[in-house]
């Protein structure tokens, strides 16, 4: 059973609407992370978390929100959705021992 | 500032030939290294991790990676690759104490028959 669950799988969604991206762990991890691929890119640092109704920005937290309302649970929100977040995001957890968890991502489509 | 260069964007291998993936980082201070693997429509697995003692670690699946300090690499290899190897392949680096990771853009490895 997955260990880190992101849901949708897939989306798509107008530009200037809203969008909620969700995570679940069952790892029982402290830190959280949100990361945004793009091709020739990689990943790059959008949001993390290491402790419930506390969130840190990233290296590309423009445009972005997250919330962990809980040791399980943190979103990503895109407030006002454009094109230029096209991307597929992961979530990620890490529980102390330097590895990383990553959940089978989401694909958001802005049109 | 950290960062991760992996020169080879594509690499194309033949079934049952050795393969050497590229990485260079930049680090202040010696990192925590990693190579992750992620195979189509799948999350980034971990393969091996580094920080200290032998340069050379051992992963999963027939992996191995070497340390250079003084090259400021971690390539990544394998003695004989499997059409089933065929993903993107991404290293990484983080400071220890600092949980924030940094990656490389991925090398994309096709398996040919």
């Known amino acids: 059973e997955a260990a880190v669950t992101q849901s949708p799988r897939s989306k798509v969604a107008v530009t200037g609407g809203k969008v909620t991206l969700s995570c679940h762990q069952t790892?029982?991890?402290?830190?959280m992370y949100w990361y945004r691929q793009d091709t020739g890119h990689g990943l790059r640092l959008i949001h993390y978390?290491?402790?419930?109704?506390?969130?840190e920005k990233g290296d590309i937290p423009d445009g972005y929100k997250a919330s962990r309302p809980s040791q399980e649970n943190f979103s990503l929100i895109l407030e006002l959705a454009s094109l230029s977040q096209t991307a597929v995001y992961f979530c990620?957890?890490?529980?102390?021992?330097?590895?990383?968890?990553f959940g089978a991502g989401t694909r958001l489509s802005v049109l | 500032a950290q960062s991760v260069t992996q020169p080879d964007a594509r690499v194309t291998v033949s079934e049952g030939a050795s393969l050497q993936l590229r990485c260079k980082y930049s680090?202040?201070?010696?990192?925590?290294l990693f190579w992750y693997v992620q195979y189509p429509r799948q999350g980034l697995q971990l393969l091996l991790k580094?920080?200290?003692?032998?340069?050379v670690v051992q992963g999963v699946n027939g992996f191995e990676a070497e340390f250079s300090k003084s090259n400021s690499s971690f390539h990544l290899r394998k003695a004989s690759v499997h059409w089933s190897d065929s993903a993107v392949y991404f290293c990484?680096?983080?400071?220890?104490?600092?949980?924030?990771?940094?990656f490389g853009a991925g090398t994309r490895l096709k398996v040919i028959a």
């Open positions: 990620a957890t890490e529980g102390g021992q330097n590895t990383l968890y």
């Open positions: 790892n029982n991890h402290d830190y």
């Open positions: 978390s290491y402790v419930a109704d506390s969130t």
């Open positions: 680090s202040s201070v010696t990192p925590y």
């Open positions: 580094y920080y200290s003692g032998d340069p």
């Open positions: 990484a680096v983080s400071r220890t104490g600092n949980y924030k990771y940094v």
